[in-house]
T-cell receptor, first 114, second 109 residues
Framework: EAGVTQFPSHSVIEKGQTVTLRCDPI?????LYWYRRVMGKEIKFLLH????????ESGMPNNRFLAERTGGTYSTLKVQPAELEDSGVYFC????????????FGPGTRLTVT | RKEVEQDPGPFNVPEGATVAFNCTYS??????FFWYRQDCRKEPKLLMS???SGNEDGRFTAQLNRASQYISLLIRDSKLSDSATYLC??????????FGAGTRLTVKP
């Protein structure tokens, strides 16, 4: 079974630019999550999709972040315009909607805003 | 106060040692619990789920104390390959997961 994949693995952009991150969950996993880890801090929840619907987006830091999951398959997370404090590693995870609820993580996208 | 608290370590132990990590959580309605391990610059990987009755997987034993809102992970006979950061993860319900900051373990020859 293929795991969660994310693209790109690294992105370096300048402040004010736009970046779009992509996540492909494990096939059959309707739950999809975005998380972020900034340097020296714990992993923090951003939002949760069930299929194409946003179940919970309480962790999104501000309206510069937009997540979509059209068709309930892959998801994108766009940051526009990027700020310095957006730097960090963005992880995507997926899980089934029934037990077991274990989440499986992608390798992450390391975003650096200069 | 953070919702999930872990001793950040680092724990530096010799090969063969037994080491225990603790984790406390503040949301009493939390429903399920997990330990993940994260290697340097890698994604978190599920190590084990934690059940009320306690569970064991080889050298790893996880315990849950709901009354004290406390989770533990015991590693016996540590190997060099156990060196990683161990993350305590709590499901608050509706698959809303909260992560601890992690405990760093280094196993030395």
């Amino acid at each position: 079974e293929a795991g969660v994949t994310q693209f790109p693995s690294h992105s370096v952009i300048e402040k004010g630019q736009t970046v779009t991150l992509r996540c492909d969950p494990i096939s059959g996993h309707d739950n999809l999550y975005w998380y972020r880890r900034v340097m020296g801090k714990e992993i923090k929840f951003l939002l949760h999709f069930v299929k194409e619907s946003k179940q919970d987006e309480s962790g999104m830091p501000n309206n510069r972040f937009l997540a979509e999951r059209t068709g309930g398959t892959y998801s994108t997370l766009k940051v526009q315009p990027a700020e310095l404090e957006d730097s960090g590693v963005y992880f995507c995870a997926s899980s089934r909607v029934r037990e077991p609820y274990e989440q499986y993580f992608g390798p992450g996208t390391r975003l650096t805003v200069t | 106060r953070k919702e999930v608290e872990q001793d950040p370590g680092p724990f530096n132990v010799p090969e063969g040692a037994t080491v225990a990590f603790n984790c406390t959580y503040s949301n009493s309605a939390s429903q399920s619990f997990f330990w993940y391990r994260q290697d340097c610059r890698k994604e978190p990987k599920l190590l084990m789920s934690v059940y009320s009755s306690g569970n064991e997987d080889g050298r790893f034993t996880a315990q849950l104390n709901r009354a004290s809102q406390y989770i533990s992970l015991l590693i016996r006979d540590s190997k060099l390959s156990d060196s990683a950061t161990y993350l305590c993860v709590v499901n608050r319900g509706n698959n809303d997961m909260r992560f601890g900051a992690g405990t760093r373990l280094t196993v030395k020859p």
